[in-house]
């Protein structure tokens, strides 16, 4: 029987080269934590977010179920033993927080290609051929071999996935694993993402139903948005008009044929969510 898959943003790092926490640089118009767990959180049955002991009171942590780190100064490895010491059932998709070029494209695949038979399935870095760890589905089968590698003295986790029974497959945008570490990096990815943004910006038409309709007060949007899939145009106009149904309570259509949250949208596109309707 395939583990349930939980979900786990690393957000415990000392952020040393960055000189600020990685976890609260905005690349995308909230903290980068809040946008990495907001695009693991459709994947995965529950998610969370690994922290160190000191970090717990965080107020862009706070906000999340969190898991400590039970050992000390070991890297993101700690984060994924210390989740899996306590959910030893289940399987787990871990992100680093500092992927600002992740889309959900990206996990969809991971997920899609998972081989809950090996420890882990991993993607190929398009850089050197090696594992990355730190977006990757470690499979409950996996504890024990990672707890003894710890215990043997060793924490890479890149290392971990290179000499064990690992499936590794090739990233569909080689681009979206780039993690960023310096204040250089930084202001180069904020370019790269303004002019990706720009580009990706469309109109939209949007039609409302039922308990959608009355709370946002009309049947009908024109939105121009950066949205790529709905479940990101969703989540904008939840804020927007303060929508309370969430995702796993409605469909999606667009263009007049249901559709997923993750599909590509396009300019021109309409889109309609629909909500549970009463009666029968």
Request: aromatic share 4%; with cysteine; net charge negative.
């Given at each position: 029987m395939t583990a349930p898959l939980y979900g786990l943003v690393l957000a415990g790092g000392r952020s040393t080269r960055m000189g600020e926490d990685k976890a609260t640089l905005a690349y995308h118009g909230t903290t980068q934590l809040d946008w990495a767990f907001a695009l693991l959180k459709p994947f995965v049955e529950r998610g969370f977010v690994s922290v160190r002991a000191d970090q717990t009171n965080d107020p862009v942590r706070s906000r999340y179920k969190q898991i400590?780190?039970?050992?000390?100064?070991?890297?993101?490895?700690?984060?994924?033993?210390?989740?899996?010491?306590?959910?030893?059932?289940?399987?787990?998709?871990?992100?680093?927080?500092?992927?600002?070029?992740?889309?959900?494209?990206?996990?969809?695949?991971?997920?899609?290609?998972?081989?809950?038979?090996?420890?882990?399935?991993?993607?190929?870095?398009?850089?050197?051929?090696?594992?990355?760890?730190?977006?990757?589905?470690?499979?409950?089968?996996?504890?024990?071999?990672?707890?003894?590698?710890?215990?043997?003295?060793?924490?890479?986790?890149?290392?971990?996935?290179?000499?064990?029974?690992?499936?590794?497959?090739?990233?569909?945008?080689?681009?979206?694993?780039?993690?960023?570490?310096?204040?250089?990096?930084?202001?180069?990815?904020?370019?790269?993402?303004s002019r990706d943004e720009q580009r990706m910006r469309k109109q939209l038409k949007v039609q409302y139903y039922a308990l959608l309709r009355e709370q946002a007060g009309r049947r009908d949007d024109t939105v121009e948005t950066q949205a790529r899939n709905p479940m990101d145009l969703y989540e904008e106009l939840r804020k927007r008009h303060g929508f309370s149904l969430s995702t796993d309570m409605l469909r999606v259509a667009v263009n007049n044929e249901f559709g997923n949250w993750t599909q590509p949208l396009q300019d021109g596109d309409t889109v309609v969510f629909i909500p549970p309707v009463a009666g029968g």
């Open positions: 400590l780190d039970a050992q000390d100064n070991l890297g993101p490895i700690a984060g994924i033993a210390a989740a899996q010491q306590q959910h030893p059932d289940a399987a787990w998709l871990v992100l680093a927080c500092d992927l600002p070029f992740l889309d959900a494209g990206t996990l969809e695949h991971l997920i899609a290609e998972r081989q809950p038979a090996r420890l882990a399935t991993a993607y190929r870095s398009s850089h050197d051929g090696l594992p990355e760890p730190l977006c990757a589905i470690y499979e409950p089968a996996s504890r024990a071999a990672l707890a003894a590698y710890i215990a043997s003295g060793r924490q890479c986790p890149r290392k971990f996935l290179a000499q064990s029974n690992v499936a590794l497959i090739d990233e569909p945008n080689p681009r979206a694993l780039d993690n960023i570490n310096t204040p250089a990096e930084h202001g180069v990815a904020l370019n790269v993402l």
